[in-house]
């Protein structure tokens, strides 16, 4: 089988991450184009990837026939943009997550790539995660018992470098890891934001999210912390796990009442390789339902009912899914 050619739009960090997981697929992957606005990032992207065409035009991208699939690395309110001319050159699409800033935008992506056929994958890269995937066959176990709540602390550290939003950025990782550990969406979302504005800078956000049969997530992110942290727990009525990111060799632990906590085995892989790996292999059998659009399009309602609570003064938003794809929001 030949391998997939691919195309990474965006050369910032993350987006030089991901040209470089991709290339190291050699026998998977051909990387053909690196595109990019900026002259200095077009410059390092030409360095890391000699054998690889840079350009500044999408449209050299999307003409090019041994382009398969394209991967989408710029920021976030160019997704939607992007990601369409993309689908409608009918290539497939791996965006960097979230899969757009608005429900009508991730919908309209998935229904694009949809209608032609096309492998549509976010980069919610933890449920690539062996720990998580350790969890969920724990839940699945009835380790945990019933499950009751998630609770999440995902802080990033550094000064100010550039507006946005941590609740926007950060808080994709937590709410895609709770609908999927959940296996739900919630029915309402009440957030506050600190220093939200009409540019949509908030450096900490806070979300709580209610589900119909009484479980709850409270989510918390965080920028420009003095410490990193990517923590999660998940309690049942049995026991208690919780997920560290950050520390490897003991990723997962489970804590039962009367007894320490142990350290919880899992396999050890690198979660960023094998969701590129997963992309890579889906695209190459047109495997369309491989990939993670419609989870993705979950967590962008998620994301904008969290706003629009924000907006509100904390007001909860109650999601209101009519036809099991679209979604419009209410006052809970």
Partial sequence: MSPVGIAVVGAGPWGLTLARAFASLEQQVELHWICELDGERRARAAAAHPRARITDTLDDVVADP?????????????????????????????VEKPLALRTHDAEELCATAGARGLVLTVGHLLLHHPAIARA???????????????????MT????????SAWWSLAPHDVSLVIHLFGALPL????????WDEAGEDNVASAVLGFEDGKTAHIHVGRFADEKRREV??????????????????????????HESAVVACERRDALLAQCRHFAACVARDDRHGGNGPHAAHVARVLEAGERSMRSSGAAQRLVVSDGRRASFEAA
């Fill in 66 to 94: 041994e382009v398969t699939a394209v991967v989408v690395a710029v920021e976030a309110a160019r997704h939607h943009a992007v990601g369409m001319q993309a689908l409608l050159a009918r290539k497939h699409l791996f």
């Fill in 136 to 154: 969920q066959q724990m839940l699945g176990e009835g380790v945990l018992g019933e499950p009751l709540y998630f609770e999440s602390r995902r």
């Fill in 157 to 164: 550290t550094g000064a100010p470098r550039k507006p946005g």
């Fill in 188 to 195: 309402t979302v009440t957030a506050a934001g600190g220093a």
């Fill in 233 to 258: 727990l998940l309690a049942g009525t049995r026991a208690t796990l919780t997920f560290d990111e950050l520390h490897p060799d003991r990723a997962l632990r489970l804590s039962t009442p009367g």
